[in-house]
């Protein structure tokens, strides 16, 4: 006969196993806003004691959280990270200040290089350990990238171009400091995140989910998959030899317009033994940006189909080429009645933009193709920006390399302001 102490030890085991099981399938869920200047999008985080409320930009291919710790700025729980630490990366500079000594001025402290895309210069910091406030819940353990904003201007301040109120950025990389590798390993998360951007503050916010995607909702059932690639050339500003890219390429095998596949040479989608080429994904890129041999099919098929459908083409507002007035198009469940432009992927999926994601009102009166001329000589070919990922749930897994995407949820009756876990 089975004894009372055995019997409690196997309840307590099960009790201990469905704990386990409830912790790993929880997300983290991070609140989206979008800034209405910037285009870009944003997500609140505290950080430190006393807690200091920061406003960090959302960045696909950012290495590592990283925030302003400026002269306004100390926490008492601040702990840097010694040069000879195991959890300094490799390659870290190793940083020294005169003081006075706070975050992001301490002496023999493991190096951070902190990029912002918009700033032509890469700035050197310090890797810190302090509590993070996400999601309701209080972090420590967490490494993340600090320097001061202090003595930078013009061209060169730290926070140039990000929203205004910003301070700074978190990185979701496929790197060792990334938040959702961090969370990943501190919490026993799999190793996955998705977001779901808004269009507008005005509709609601988004959201960042930390683990994976919802599995409410019936998500799984409209979401479609396609391999994620790596670069095997950085893409970083700074990097060592041999280095891959951290930022997520897809391949995109044609793009077609209302249907119909464009005309142009098909080696731009492929990366070369360069790394130039492909196809990456961008939440820093307000709009797709895109080669001009496949802009200008783009745009030239696009105004044909439109002018098919009695949509009057009117001048041109920078940064866009084609644009048309606003009454002559019509109005469907996912926005803007236009010609649909379909990404075809990797697997034989379709990744297709409606009206809503590929057309910007930008006056009361005109609305264009919010699509980008990328020049000549871009380093990736296709840039899919943030517009045209609003309203889409999209998740990135890491363990089995592969996206999956909805295309608009406005097909579903739904937004990403009311797409919960």
């Known amino acids: 006969m089975t004894s009372f102490g055995t019997l409690l030890s196997l309840l307590t085991i099960a ?4 704990s386990c099981l409830s912790l790993q399938s929880r997300p983290f869920i991070l609140p989206i806003g979008k800034d209405p200047t910037t285009n870009l999008f944003y997500t609140p985080v505290g950080v430190g004691t006393p807690r200091h409320n920061f406003n960090l930009v959302i960045d696909l291919g950012g290495p590592i959280l990283w925030y302003d710790c400026n002269n306004h700025y100390n926490s008492s729980t601040y702990h840097p990270i010694h040069c000879d630490s195991k959890r300094c990366p490799a ?5 020294g200040c005169n003081g006075p000594f706070k975050p992001g001025c301490s002496n023999d402290t ?36 600090c320097t001061s904003s202090d ?3 013009g061209d060169l301040a730290l926070l140039q171009g990000l929203p205004k109120g910003s301070k700074g950025i978190l990185g979701l990389a496929r790197t060792q ?16 995140f998705a977001l779901c951007l808004p269009s507008s503050n005005k509709k609601g916010l988004g959201n960042l989910f930390i683990g994976g995607a919802p599995q409410q909702n019936n998500a799984s059932k409209f979401l479609l998959t396609t391999p994620l690639i790596i670069n095997p050339f950085s893409t970083a500003p700074i990097f060592g030899e041999g280095d891959p890219s951290y930022e997520y390429f897809i391949v995109v095998k044609s793009i077609k317009v209302g249907g119909q596949v464009l005309n142009f040479k098909s080696s731009l989608l492929s990366i070369d033994n360069k790394g130039n080429g492909g196809t990456k994904i961008s939440t820093m890129n307000p709009f797709t940006v895109l080669h001009s041999s496949i802009y200008k099919p783009l745009v030239r098929d696009f105004v044909k189909k439109a002018s098919d459908r009695k949509i009057k083409k009117v001048a041109s507002v920078a940064p866009f080429e084609a644009c048309f007035d606003f009454s002559t198009i019509g109005r469907t469940t996912t926005g803007l009645d236009v010609p649909t432009i379909e990404l075809v992927l990797e697997g034989g999926v379709q990744w297709t933009i409606y009206g809503g994601n590929s057309m910007v009102l930008v006056k009361k009166t005109v609305a ?19 517009h045209q990922l609003e309203d889409n749930l999209v998740e990135f897994d890491l363990v089995s390399s592969k ?5 608009s949820l406005l097909l579903h009756n739904a937004r990403c302001s009311n797409f919960r876990s």
Do not use: W, Y
């Open 368 to 386: 264009c193709l919010g699509f980008v001329d990328g020049g000549k000589k871009p380093r990736t070919s296709v840039v899919i920006g943030g």
């Open 15 to 18: 009790l201990l196993s469905v």
């Open 403 to 407: 996206l999956s995407f909805s295309s």
């Open 177 to 192: 400091l990334a938040l959702p590798k961090q969370l990943s390993i501190s919490h026993k998360l799999p190793l996955k």
């Open 91 to 95: 390659g870290s500079a190793c940083m």
């Open 110 to 145: 493991c190096g951070s290089f902190i990029s912002n895309p918009f700033v032509d210069a890469v700035f050197t910091g310090d890797t810190g350990e302090d509590v993070l406030f996400i999601s309701h819940t209080i972090l420590s353990g967490l490494l993340s990238g």
């Open 151 to 153: 003595g930078f201007s």
